[in-house]
């Protein structure tokens, strides 16, 4: 009984060290208004196009999760200008980004 214990406990330890090394989850989120306001989509994963998701030239603000870098680009194919936030950004206007974002991507 204790060995079953033990060996259990030993399995626990294993799949949560695994889960620690596994790969990030990255998110961000596009919002179409300044202050994280109107419309806003969620992305997981590099979008080299943003056409078909509906926020290519029209976010004012984004959500980073803490801790995340992603790669915001005017043009497609990561292409243009291209700035890297690392957190919260409630204007994208002063950085010359309102309404100019068409690929991203996360940043190791």
């Keep these: ?3 079953a214990f033990v060996f ?3 399995l626990s ?6 889960t620690a090394l596994a790969a990030p989850t990255y998110s961000i989120t596009l919002f179409e208004h300044k202050d994280f306001q109107g419309r806003s989509l969620t992305y997981r994963e590099a ?7 509906g926020l290519n030239d ?12 992603w790669l915001l680009c005017r043009h497609k194919k990561f292409r243009g200008g ?3 936030v690392d957190r919260d950004v409630s204007d994208l206007a002063p950085l010359g980004f309102n309404d100019r974002i068409s690929s991203l991507k996360p940043v190791d």
């Design 58 to 69: 029209a976010a004012s603000s984004v959500k980073v999760v803490p801790g995340q870098r």
């Design 1 to 3: 009984m204790i060995r």
């Design 8 to 10: 259990g406990l030993a």
């Design 13 to 18: 330890a294993i799949a949560v060290c695994a």
């Design 82 to 84: 291209c700035i890297v």
């Design 47 to 53: 979008v080299a196009n943003l056409s078909s998701t």
